[in-house]
């Protein structure tokens, strides 16, 4: 193989894309390690304590992940190092199986001054996740947003250092497609106005405010202003969330994916407003919503491009109100009902019921 050059060499490790067989490769010599390291694009960090032995290999990663541990001096040397990087994921866990709900084991290893290394030495990056990360606030985040001129992605999620001043920032970026501020408690009203008014209105397709308890019926009315909007989570966003705040959403014509759980103060006069007004639709999930009734429900009957209704712990939905929507609304093709109204629908009804849509029990 002393015959090939890096060059050739290079092209041939390309087409490898298994981890394990990209590490075999780099051990059959010198030059076969230096080249596999100089076409490695993706990078994942669980020692980060080791950083600086092995990253100098690596020079033109395009990914970089690593989980707990990561500090700032490492982050730092990373952006030394890795200029070229387009995906930065700070969330990396080693136990895959854990769930959302243990999103309160936040993190606290790394902070402002490693994001802003960040920010400055990697200004191609189109994706940064910084989720749970408690030592991050509005210096690192706003160092990001105006040093990275196209930042698409930007995952926030249990930050709950971020405030208004940051989202004020990032209102004004020109690129942001997708925001997380899930657990971001510390948002309000203002800040929601903030992306609402500026240029980021016309770029957002997605955007996460789960548990963000802290926003009325008043910043989410400002929403209805961002026009290119598919995706938004509003799920326990607390009882000053209403159908005022409802019916303005409702003016987004653009949702595909809408999330209201546990809001307890929204009712039929939302969904009728969306049902009519959002007609590209795709999901909703109403979960917690107890003053929703079969009226809401049924407004969906017709619609033409809903595929997934969400429904468990709604009270006030009968059997024969899930029944008339599932044969009315031919796009459906996934229902959660509580488990609770299982017990009520004949065994019939559920067979014939599963052979239109999947039929999901919580």
């Not at 749970?132 to 250092?161: E, H």
Request: hydrophobic letters at 40%.
């Amino acid at each position: 193989m002393e015959t090939y050059g890096d060059d050739e060499l290079g092209l041939v490790l390309k087409r490898v894309l298994s981890h394990q067989d990209r590490k075999s490769c780099s051990e059959v010599c010198k030059q076969w390690s230096r080249v596999e390291g100089l076409t490695r694009s993706s990078l994942r960090v669980l020692e980060p304590e080791f950083l600086t032995n092995f990253l100098p290999r690596f020079p033109n990663l395009a990914i970089f992940k690593a989980g707990k541990g990561i500090t700032d001096s490492n982050l730092e040397y990373v952006a030394e190092i890795c200029q070229n990087l387009q995906i930065l994921n700070l969330n990396l866990r080693q136990a895959q199986s854990v769930c959302d709900e243990f999103e309160e084991l936040c993190l606290d290893d790394v902070g402002d001054d490693g994001i802003s290394a960040i920010a400055i030495g990697c200004r191609g990056l189109s994706s940064v996740s910084l989720r749970r990360r408690k030592g991050i606030g509005n210096v690192g985040v706003i160092a990001l947003i105006k040093s990275i001129q196209n930042l698409r992605v930007l995952d926030l999620a249990w930050c709950d250092r971020i405030t208004d001043q940051a989202l004020e920032v990032m209102g004004d970026a020109n690129s942001l497609q997708v925001l997380k501020l899930h657990g971001c408690s510390l948002v309000t009203d203002l800040g929601l106005a903030s992306l609402a008014t500026g240029s980021s209105s016309r770029t957002l397709k997605t955007l996460g405010l789960f548990g963000c308890d802290r926003i009325t019926d008043f910043g989410v009315a400002f929403l209805q202003q961002m026009y290119c909007l598919e995706e938004l989570n509003l799920s326990e966003c607390g009882p000053k969330v209403t159908d005022n705040g409802g019916v303005a959403i409702a003016a987004i014509c653009t949702l595909k994916r809408l999330n209201f759980s546990w809001l307890i103060n929204i009712s039929d006069v939302t969904l009728l407003a969306i049902a009519h007004n959002c007609q590209n639709l795709v999901a909703i999930d109403i979960t917690g919503c107890e003053l929703i009734t079969g009226l809401g429900i049924r407004s969906f009957s017709m619609h033409k491009s809903l595929e997934v209704l969400k429904l468990v712990s709604c009270y006030n939905i009968f059997i024969d109100d899930v029944k008339q929507t599932v044969l009315e609304c031919q796009s459906l093709r996934h229902v959660r009902l509580d488990k609770g109204l299982r017990g009520w629908m004949p065994i019939a009804m559920q067979e014939n019921l599963s052979k239109l849509c999947r039929l999901e029990w919580r």
